[in-house]
């Protein structure tokens, strides 16, 4: 194949991750929340989408950026924080089924208002001046935007993991994914658990998604292509299993990136056999519990 | 859980209940195949009320799996476009008459579902909603690649059936009241068969499964294979709509195959009423004319639809025709 | 239970014999509806058109456009003084839905002629349906297939450019000026086939090298992948193949990676509301083709008569490519009614084949085998600074005037002569 040298593969790697960051970010809150409410959200696409229009707003209205970054996540988990309390948590005991199938409608009916409120063709999300331009980090030049995203991840990771691993509030979540019955049984509100985890998990995903904004602008079906890219992430790496979203994402990420090179028809489709794959031969993927049926 | 409580008092008629409804319920194909008769007069144009034929009986199938087995697949899509795609090929690159090629895309349906079904149905849950999800997409992809068989992304065309012969009745397909009537003929032959399979001893057992499966194993029944063969029934329908759903448009999207259209098949169900026969139909209608009636309003249809959906999921689990059907029981 | 499953069976054999001899009866029965165009009346033209999803703009200029050409066409007398009225439909940029609002249109209003249409599977399933029942239909988007013999029927017409032309008049432009290493990036559909057949055909008279053709599935939003590969290879000219989103993503992605710096950029189609949308940063310095600019009334004419009547209808906004496409495939149509005096199918088929006609952009006429327009295509740069008001957008660098002979002949298309 013409012009396939180490620097290019290494290029394609170092991509990959960065492409995978995205992927991780996405798909940590859809796995945070089924982990602890056993909810499947069809509409972490949407909040994605949100964060990216909420960010688009900010800057629309003045802000710029880096207010942008710490306003976004605030207020898509605030909407996450009403529809769990409002929309999600009336159907808990009603079987599997509802809440995934709630969240699926709810996923159109967010789509439609942000149609509404800023049109349908979408919006182009400038690169924050100080990030534009390419850095060279030895094996080529790579956009100094990518890597911010990339540094931007592994920020939020070690926050979620100070706060998972050191408060006790961490504590209780981290029970509560390994057995959601004994923390009731101890007394733990976990109602109020489930809340905070829906709104940390989808003002992940709003993050992730203004954090996606420059490098692809703003459209309201924006959250439909990554919501199934996720869903590959989340089986593979196990549902339930932050650290297996991350590994996931990079691995995810690091397959897109590789088969582009050699038939980037296959790209997507690769992905998708290799969750049919995995849930066909170990359906809890690498990391998640066991047992997670029905 | 609420979801089988809820289609078990719909399936069976507690004794007390006025006669006019226990026959109704009786002769629930006969009675919707009479109203898919007198359908396109209330229509706005025909070619909506053939669309939802098609889709009802899209949904009927896609039904017997999620509403009667208790099993929630979000890749049906694979199978409605299967049966579409194969009718379709049979009639422009072999040649072969209309009636065959129906029955292509029936047993092309089947045979997809056989294909997701034997490495699905070990799966359960969250999951088996997943693996169909994925498997789905992939056939989406195969269809997408195979450009000199499908067209790829600009669709199969040239699907041209204008005059057809039936029994010796020379009719004019391109008529659209015939088209209506001959899609309508294959839709109430569906409505009976779903009516004969779900009345029959394997109905029973279907619902078994999905009421309890470990009371359905202990009683001697093999779940796997009820499910196995009740997804492939699901194909066998929903290929059967597929099919002629390219007779009618004289095409085939590559869209059919999308994972959306697998969602609307989950949102026709819900909407119409999951546990019920004729609560699909329904479903598909009310999406359907939504779409196109809101469409003259408003371009944000798919804010009402949601909405409904969301109302639905939330308050009438039963659906609409569900919620009409438990009213009038009263 | 199983006394209630024999009642059902007995009953349901009679009634399904009693429903399918109704069903029978009914269908050969004189109630059926013929389809007939309407005599009198107003002259009805279909128009679906993608008002939802990605395109609403585009198809909502187009309606604007075509709202230009009915009232024009009116205002001139219409067909002996019977008047033309345009029936917009929502096609929801998705074939199945076109095909059923094609259906609605034909069966329902009685339309005498389609106009419409935005992507190429969608005009094709819109084809499909009209001439199975000898309803003229002028699509107004870029297809190759269109003309092909498979789809064609001689109710077909294709007003708007296809992307042979368009990509082959880019290539002849820029080959000659840039270089001969070409680097292809291409939308894994038909269409981004298309276009880069295009090139390559016209780039061999210049001896161009391909170096590599990455292909994307459409719907990318991360290039990143395959950019560094393309930087490697140090091609003179980068030939983007693709359309709407991808296009304004991948020239913003490629922006970003700084590949403006050693290449230069060339695409198909430069969409002017693609331009409005994705800013002056991501287009600058690229180089494509269009049907149509509105800064053309300068130098032609008929431009500024449609861009003065566009103006007046329309609040003083100009009318973007693919509007212009909708004013002249509806143009075309009536004024061949006109030109036969009649609405009958074959002989407005016969007065629009040998019509030679300037209606917004210059001379165009309509090759007689594949109902191709052979028009100009214009050769188009961003402008990073409008001078005369937001919509200036583009400067127009060259002109290539019509020509047969950059179509593909009648013969590759499996026309028999």
Known sequence: ?294 | ?330 | MTMKSTKATGISRRRLLATASAGAALAVSPFRINIVHADEGTIKVGFPVPLTGPYGTEAQDQVRAAEVAIAEFNEGGGLNGRKAELLVRDDKLNPGEAATRTLELIEKDKVSFIVGSLSASVQLAVNNVTKERKVIYNSISQSDVINEAKDFSKYTFHEALNPHITAGAVGRYAFQKFGKKVAFLTADYAYGHEMVRGFQRAGKPFGIETLVDIRHPIGTTDFSALLPRIQALKPDILCISNFGRDQQISLKQATDFGMKKSMKIIAPVLLFTGRLAAGAQAFEGVIGGTSYYWGIEDKVASAKAFNDRFRKMHDGKVPSDYGALGYGGVMTLLMGAKKAGTLDADKVIEAVEALKYDYYKGPEYYRKCDHQAVQSVLIIESKSKPEKGPADVFNVLTVEEPNEANLRTCEELGHKA
Request: hydrophobic letters at 60%; charged letters at 10%.
């Open chain 1, 1 to 294: 194949m013409a012009g396939l040298t180490f620097d290019l593969l290494a290029m394609q790697l170092f991509t990959g991750l960065a492409l995978g960051a995205i992927y991780v970010l996405f798909a940590i809150g859809l796995s945070l929340i089924f982990g602890m409410l056993m909810v499947v959200n069809f509409a972490h696409g949407a909040f994605f989408m949100v964060g990216a229009y909420v960010g688009l707003f900010v800057l629309m209205l003045g802000g710029d950026f880096w207010t942008a970054l710490v306003v976004v996540p605030l207020a898509v988990g605030l909407i996450g924080l009403v529809v769990e309390r409002f929309l999600v948590r009336p159907l808990y005991g009603r079987g599997i089924d509802y809440p995934l199938l709630l969240t699926f409608g709810l996923g159109y009916v967010m789509i439609e208002l942000v149609r509404i409120a800023f049109g349908k063709t979408g919006y182009p999300f400038d690169t924050p001046e100080l990030l534009q331009g390419a850095v060279n980090i030895g094996i080529g030049y790579f956009p100094l935007y990518r890597l911010f995203v990339l540094g931007a991840a592994v920020a939020v990771l070690l926050g979620l993991w100070l706060f998972l691993e050191k408060t006790s509030f961490g504590l209780i979540i981290r029970a509560g994914a390994r057995d959601p019955q004994i923390v009731r049984v101890l007394g733990v509100d976990v109602s109020r658990v489930w809340l905070v985890v829906f709104g940390i998990g989808t003002g992940i995903a709003g993050l992730a998604g203004v954090l996606a904004a420059p490098l692809q602008g703003v459209i309201p079906e924006m959250g439909s292509t990554i919501l199934a890219e996720a869903f590959v992430v989340t089986v593979v790496g196990g549902m339930g299993s932050i650290g297996g979203a991350v590994i996931a994402g990079l691995l995810v990420g690091v397959v897109v990136s590789m088969t582009s090179l050699f038939a980037p028809e296959m790209a997507k489709v690769s992905i998708f056999a290799l969750m049919a794959l995995v849930l066909l031969v170990r359906p809890q993927g690498f990391f998640g519990r066991a047992g997670l049926m029905s």
């Open chain 2, 1 to 330: 859980m609420a979801v089988n409580e809820m289609s078990q008092s719909l399936a069976e008629a507690p004794p007390s209940s006025a006669g006019w409804f226990e026959f109704a319920r009786r002769h629930r194909a006969g009675l919707a195949s009479l109203f898919v008769l007198v359908f396109p007069l209330v229509m706005p144009f025909t070619a909506l009320a053939a669309n939802i034929l098609i889709y009802g009986l899209y949904a009927l199938g896609f039904n017997l799996v999620f509403g009667f087995l208790g099993l929630l697949s979000f890749g049906h899509a694979a199978l409605f476009g299967t049966g579409a795609y194969l009718c379709g090929i049979a009639i422009v690159h072999f040649g072969l008459p209309w009636y065959a090629a129906i029955v292509i895309g029936v047993v092309a349906g089947a045979i997809m579902a056989a294909a997701i079904g034997a490495l699905a149905i070990r799966t359960r849950g969250i999951y088996f909603a997943m693996v169909t999800m994925a498997l789905a997409q992939c056939v989406y992809y195969l269809f997408y690649q195979a450009e000199g068989w499908t067209g790829g992304e600009n669709g199969l065309r040239g699907i041209n059936v204008n005059r057809i012969e039936i029994f010796g009745i020379k009719l004019d397909f391109i008529d659209p009241l015939t088209r209506y009537y001959v899609i309508a003929a294959f839709v109430i032959l569906a409505l009976f068969a779903l009516s004969r399979i779900l009345a029959s001893p394997f109905g029973a057992v279907i619902q078994a499964v999905r009421e309890n499966e470990a009371r359905a194993r202990a009683s001697g029944y093999n779940v796997t294979l009820t499910r196995f063969i009740t997804f492939v029934l699901s194909g066998a329908f929903c290929g059967l709509a597929g099919a002629l759903a390219a007779l009618h448009l004289s095409i085939v999207p590559i869209e059919m195959l999308y994972y959306e259209t697998s969602g609307m098949a989950v949102m026709m169900s819900l909407l119409g009423g999951m546990g019920t026969f004729f609560g699909p139909f329904v479903g598909a209608a009310v999406f359907l004319l939504l779409e196109n009636l809101v469409s003259l309003w408003t371009v944000h249809w798919q804010l009402i639809v949601g909405a409904v959906f969301v109302a639905c999921v939330l308050f009438f689990p039963a659906g609409i025709w569900g919620t009409i059907l438990k009213r009038l029981d009263r």
